[in-house]
């Protein structure tokens, strides 16, 4: 059974970079799927962040794209996110997750989450 | 990118009834390449309904999905006390996934 748990400070500095990581258990980083940052804004909706694969290959969310970096370490069976130049609106709960979906198979893994306030 | 637009925002009603969530696309989605989820307050998302119309695994078969092109919905038939909660669809055919603003089903 995949489980996800996210780690990371809980208060960064405005103009600071935040950085989270997720390490997976029960399951290998190197399996063919996609592993996922997803942050949600206090009493806000979900906003994707951004992709990665055990090769390193990323996709990211055009609106952070500049600010964001995702890395995956197949050694330590995780995966991390950067992001820099944060700002109050940054402030979130932040999940990684595993979402697999295929023609005829749907499934999803989620970390508990891990709030992030960025204050001075 | 597609924008999801839910509706309505919040929907207020009694267990036992039943509700329905729309989903609207801004270009039609191919393959049906959509989901809906549920949050609860405090908790992650847990996947529902993928590929527009199937359930995942262990959702109860009150929760259904419908839809293609450019309109979704998702249905609960009878609501459970356990059902209240916010829903959100989520696109996911091609990078970047994108969720819509959610829609709170709320007790009346």
């Known amino acids: 059974q995949v489980q996800l748990k996210e780690s990371g400070p809980g208060l960064v500095k405005p103009s600071e970079t935040l950085s989270l990581t997720c390490v997976v258990s029960?399951?290998?980083?190197?399996?063919?799927?996609?592993w996922n940052w997803v942050r949600q804004p206090p009493g806000k909706g979900l906003e994707w962040i951004g992709e990665?694969?055990?090769?390193?290959?990323?996709h990211y969310n055009p609106s952070l794209k500049s600010r964001v970096t995702i890395s995956v370490d197949k050694s330590k069976n995780h995966f991390s996110l950067n992001l820099n130049s944060v700002t109050a609106a940054d402030t979130a709960v932040y999940y990684c997750a595993q979402l697999v979906f295929d023609l005829d198979y749907g499934m999803d893994v989620w970390g508990q989450g891990t709030t992030v306030t960025v204050s001075s | 990118e597609i924008v999801l637009t839910q509706s309505p925002g919040t929907l207020s009603l009694s267990p036992g009834e039943r509700a329905t969530l729309s989903c609207r696309a801004s270009?039609?989605?191919?393959?049906?390449?959509l989901a809906w989820y549920q949050q609860k307050p405090a908790q992650a998302p847990r996947l529902l309904v993928y590929?527009?119309?199937s359930r995942a695994t262990g959702i109860p078969d009150r929760f259904s999905g419908s839809g293609s092109g450019t309109d979704f919905t998702l249905t609960i038939s009878r609501l459970e006390p356990e059902d209240f909660a916010v829903y959100y669809c989520q696109y996911y055919g091609r990078t970047p996934l994108t969720f819509g603003g959610g829609a709170k089903v709320e007790i009346k």
């Open positions: 270009q039609s989605i191919t393959r049906n390449y």
């Open positions: 990665i694969y055990h090769s390193g290959t990323t």
């Open positions: 029960g399951a290998s980083i190197s399996s063919p799927h996609w």
């Open positions: 590929a527009a119309s």
